[in-house]
C-alpha cells in the first residue's frame, strides 16, 4: 500500500513567519500534490509535481511556493505567512496523471498562523 | 448535493439503516472517484466508477454514475459505526483533458449506536 508521510503533523506560526512543510512517498509515484483543507471548501488544489524538479501551478497558489527536489519529496514553502493560510495541509500523491488514478494521501499538517 | 456554493452536508443515522449521499458536478466527465476521510487522518479512495458502468459495488457501497444529469451517489447498506466519517466525490473535466480533481465539500457521516 502506498504510504505517503508529512512533517511537521501540527504547527504554529507568527504572521510573517516562514514556515515548510515536508512531504515524502515512497512508491515511486510520479504525481505528487499538496492541498489545503477548508471548512466550507473542502479541499483545495495548491500545488503540483510531475517529478523531481518540475512544479505546476494548482488553483489557489497565491503565497505558497513548492518544491519537489526528489521524486519522494515534495516541500510547501509560505514564506511571509498570514493568517489567511490557517488550515490544514495534505499531501498526495498518484502513480500518473489522470482521473483513473487513485491519489494517496498523508495524514494532514495542521497549520495555525497567529 | 455536495458541488456549488452548498455548505457542507450533515447526516445523522441509526446503526443499520440505510443511506445516500449525493454528487453533482458542472463539467464534463466520464470517471467520478469517492473518497473516505476519518478524523484526524487523510482521505482515502473507497470506490472509482466510470461512466461504462453506471453503478459499481463494494461490500456494502454502491456507487452510481449518470453522465447525463451530472450526478453520482454513494450508497451504504446496513450502516455501522465505523461508517461514521466525512464522503467527499472528487472529479475532472474529461473535455479538458485534464486529470486535476475538484473535490466537492463533503457530507459529514454520522452512524450511532
Known amino acids: 500500500e502506498a504510504a505517503v508521510t508529512q512533517s511537521p503533523r501540527n504547527k504554529v506560526t507568527v504572521t510573517g513567519g516562514n514556515v515548510t512543510l515536508s512531504c515524502r512517498q515512497t512508491n515511486s509515484h510520479n504525481y505528487m500534490y499538496w492541498y489545503r483543507q477548508d471548512t466550507g471548501h473542502g479541499l483545495r488544489l495548491i500545488h503540483y509535481s510531475y517529478g523531481a524538479g518540475n512544479l505546476q501551478i494548482g488553483d489557489v497558489p497565491d503565497g505558497y511556493k513548492a518544491t519537489r527536489t526528489t521524486q519522494e519529496d515534495f516541500f510547501l514553502l509560505l514564506e511571509l505567512a498570514s493568517p489567511s493560510q490557517t488550515s490544514l495541509y495534505f499531501c498526495?500523491?498518484?502513480?500518473?496523471?489522470?482521473?483513473?488514478?487513485?491519489?494517496?494521501f498523508g495524514p494532514g499538517t495542521r497549520l495555525t498562523v497567529l | 448535493s455536495q458541488w456549488g456554493e452548498e455548505n457542507l452536508q450533515a447526516l445523522s443515522i441509526q446503526e443499520g439503516e440505510d443511506v445516500t449521499m449525493n454528487c453533482s458536478y458542472k463539467?464534463?466527465?466520464?470517471?467520478v472517484h469517492w473518497y473516505r476521510q476519518d478524523s484526524g487522518r487523510g482521505p482515502a479512495l473507497i470506490i472509482l466508477?466510470?461512466?461504462?458502468?453506471r453503478e459499481k459495488r463494494s461490500g456494502r457501497l454502491r456507487a452510481t454514475l449518470d453522465t447525463s444529469s451530472q450526478s453520482s451517489s454513494l450508497s451504504i447498506t446496513a450502516a455501522q459505526c465505523e461508517d461514521t466519517a466525512v464522503y467527499f466525490c472528487?472529479?475532472?473535466?474529461?473535455?479538458?483533458?485534464?486529470?486535476?480533481?475538484?473535490f466537492g465539500h463533503g457530507t459529514i457521516l454520522r452512524v450511532h449506536p
Open positions: 466508477i466510470r461512466s461504462n458502468e
Open positions: 472528487a472529479t475532472a473535466n474529461t473535455g479538458a483533458n485534464t486529470g486535476k480533481l475538484t
Open positions: 463539467t464534463y466527465t466520464t470517471v
Open positions: 498526495a500523491s498518484s502513480v500518473n496523471w489522470g482521473l483513473s488514478y487513485e491519489q494517496y
